[in-house]
């Protein structure tokens, strides 16, 4: 990698699932393992970045030299990722943020009824944290999204990259189990406003070095 060429750069990345929680025992997720993010972080501080980490619940160790700030619902990880996006330069969406949670969390334990054999849940849409900082006005960082499709991959990850006004969207086919969720390896389409650039299977390691040299490439054209 290029030692020092994120060197004065300030990096926000989430990662990880949300928890949306139903009850003090139970919440919806989903099987993101926070290892893209994580990976996309640990490349960003070796490149001399100083890096904030907006961490959804997973078992990974912190990477040396990286300020990780634990969350757990979407309102958690937005209120942190608006927070790290006042001074951030780049900002990094790689968790996989539930679009809806429960509307309302049981104070205590939801109990099973006699008699009762069909349940249902009323959800509500979580704020959209990558939307809300690529429209910002004023402290906009460079916004790179990603798109986590289980088919039509490039037409979805294109109508996301304009719907949510991102400079770059990092596109990953989640219905295949060799990539994306929880795998070591990924391979993606990587959107911006003039071209699409196909990446081949990866660590997801090596993926964030290739990912990182194309955002601060085109972030220097901006
Ligand atoms: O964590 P791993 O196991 O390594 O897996 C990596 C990954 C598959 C989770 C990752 O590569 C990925 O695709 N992350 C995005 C998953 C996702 O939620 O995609 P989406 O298409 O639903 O969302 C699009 C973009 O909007 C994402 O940048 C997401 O972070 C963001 N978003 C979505 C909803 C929401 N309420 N707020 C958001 O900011």
Redesign the pocket.
């Known amino acids: 990698f290029a030692r020092g060429d994120a060197a004065g750069l300030h990096i926000a990345i989430?990662?990880?699932?949300t928890r949306e929680p139903l009850d003090p025992v139970r919440y919806i997720s989903?099987?993101?393992?926070?290892?893209?993010?994580?990976?996309l972080a640990q490349a960003a501080e070796r490149r001399g970045a100083r890096v904030t980490l907006i961490a959804g619940p997973?078992n990974l160790p912190t990477p040396a030299g990286v300020e990780r700030v634990d969350v757990g619902s979407?309102q958690e990880m937005?209120q942190a990722?608006e927070r790290a996006a006042d001074s951030a330069d780049i900002f990094i969406?790689?968790?996989?943020?539930?679009?809806f949670r429960p509307d309302q969390a049981a104070e205590h334990k939801i109990k099973k009824e006699a008699g009762v054999d069909n349940a249902s849940i009323a959800l509500v849409k979580?704020?959209?944290?990558?939307?809300?900082i690529s429209a910002r006005k004023d402290r906009r960082p460079y916004t790179v999204?990603?798109?986590?499709?289980t088919r039509d991959v490039a037409r979805?990850a294109q109508d996301?990259l304009q719907r949510?006004n991102l400079d770059m969207?990092?596109?990953?086919d989640?219905g295949r189990a060799d990539i994306?969720?929880?795998?070591d390896s990924?391979q993606?389409l990587v959107i911006d406003r003039q071209q699409t650039r196909e990446l081949p299977l990866a660590l997801?390691s090596e993926l964030a070095g290739q990912l990182l040299d194309l955002i601060l490439q085109n972030k220097k054209q901006k």
Not at 126 to 132: E, F, K, L, T
């Open positions: 989430t990662a990880g699932p989903n099987h993101s393992s926070g290892k893209m993010g994580f990976a997973v979407a937005a990722a969406g790689a968790a996989a943020v539930a679009d979580n704020p959209d944290i990558i939307a809300g999204g990603f798109a986590a499709e979805y996301k949510k969207i990092v596109a990953n989640v994306g969720f929880d795998s990924n993606v997801k």
